[in-house]
Each structure stands twice: as C-alpha cells, then as structure tokens.
C-alpha cells in the first residue's frame, strides 16, 4: 500500500511549504542520540512530575496524529526540576510512529529507530502568559521524550488504545478524562538533555528536549495504532528528517538503575 514506502515526497503538503529546516538553525530536532557524545551533567537534577489526572480532557485527531489534551489554566500538572529552570505546565500529549514497526520514532539511539515515541508537551507558565506565547521562546517548552519498543502489553496505554476508534476520523475529539500520563513514563530517572526545535514545521527553536533512556514496553496490537489511525496517515506525509548538523550540548542524567 502506498502506506508502506519509507519516504514521501513531502514538497507538495501545503503544511510543510515552511523551509524543512530553519535557515541557520543552530538548535533543530530530532536529532540521533549517540551515547559517546553524551556528557554527565552533575548539576542535573531528577525530574519531578506531578500531574493531576482530572486535567485531563480529551482525545483529538488532528489528521496527523492523535493528541490528548489538559487543562493547562492552573500549576495542576506540572514538571520541575530536571535541566528546567523553573515548573513547566502540561498542555497535551502526542505519538510518533511508522506504518511498519522497524522504525516510527524521530530520534534515533545510536541509529537505531523505535517502533514509536511519545511526546509529553509542557509550557513555561512562570515567564509566559500563554502556550502561544511560550512556543516562540528559547525557554518556552519542555518535551519528555519516551520510546516504545515491542514488548509486554502496557495496561497504561491500553485504556488510551481503546479509546482511538472513537477518533478515526480527522478532527473528532472525545471526552476523555481521569487519565494520568505519568503511568507511560519510565521509573528509571535516567535521561538525555539537549536545547531544540519543534520537530516539524514550524521547526521553532524553543524546546527543552528530555528524552528518557529507558523506553516503555507495549504490545504489538497497541504500537500498530496505524490500524486504527491508518486512512489519515495515508493520506499525510509522513516526514522523517534528522538534523546531522552541529546541535547543542547533549547531556546525560543517570542514577545506578
Ligand atoms: N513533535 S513536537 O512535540 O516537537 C511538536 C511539533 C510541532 C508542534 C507541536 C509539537 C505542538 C506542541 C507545541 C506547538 C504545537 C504545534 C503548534 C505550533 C505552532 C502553533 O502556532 C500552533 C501549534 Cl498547535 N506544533
Ligand atoms: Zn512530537
């Protein structure tokens, strides 16, 4: 199916007209993870994440994907610590993944892609009074990025799973609520840290990007969302560009774990 074929010719979709990389970007994402360019940090931190499951709202397909969305009005679900300078507000979260399973993730471990990455968006509240605002700012967001590899069936995500029919369709959002994200993040503190972009259009530079070592096991029925999703992301570029070029420092938290 035209699904299966790793490349699209990603010019002719009207959302990618932006330049696929900002001219003199210094900062862009995704970027491959090379642990031998990795430097501890011991003035990292572990990151603290409370969030409060009734700010969760609902579940939208935007034709690209599928997001789950918070409540972001009050410092209800919050991360703090970590490589942060201050608490960052959740807004929604979001997944990457392939039509087949050998790749799907946009950053790479030492080349290697996952089946999926989940995207965990927070914004910085403290010094921006809006999400809109927050997305132009060097400082102005904060993505936790966890893989998922194939594995055990993750009964976390699977309430979120058997919710997706529901949203088959491009713009259907349902109600969704008492959902706690936390559960689809690694225990083991240990993360990668480096200062990023969006990592698509518009390619902003305005992302703290910490990406967990660990990745989170599902089964081979909750990573093939595509199942459920597919008809959209036929029809969508699918748009897998990394970013070889010089990027910011990379650092490494880690605990003996
Ligand atoms: N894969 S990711 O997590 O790096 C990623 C990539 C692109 C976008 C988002 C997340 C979300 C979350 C922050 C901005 C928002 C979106 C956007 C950009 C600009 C806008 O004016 C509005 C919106 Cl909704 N674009
Ligand atoms: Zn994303």
Redesign the pocket.
Known sequence: AACSSKTRNAALHPLWQSPLTIPGGTRQ?PINIQWRDSVYDPFLKPLKISYDPTTCLHIWNNGYSFLVEFDDSADKSIIVGGPLENQYRL??F?F?WGAINDWGS?HTVDSKFYPAEL?L?HWNAVDYPS??DA?MEGNG?A?IGVFLKLGARHEGLQTLVDALPAVRHKDTVIEFDEFDPSCLIPSCPDYWTYAG??????L?ES?TWIIKKKPIEVDEDQVNLNFTLLPQRCSEPVFHQQFSGKTQKLSVFSEIC
């Open positions: 994402s807004k929604q979001h990457h946009e995207h968006v999400f809109e997305v967001l993505v972009s969006l990592t698509t259009p518009p902003t992302v």
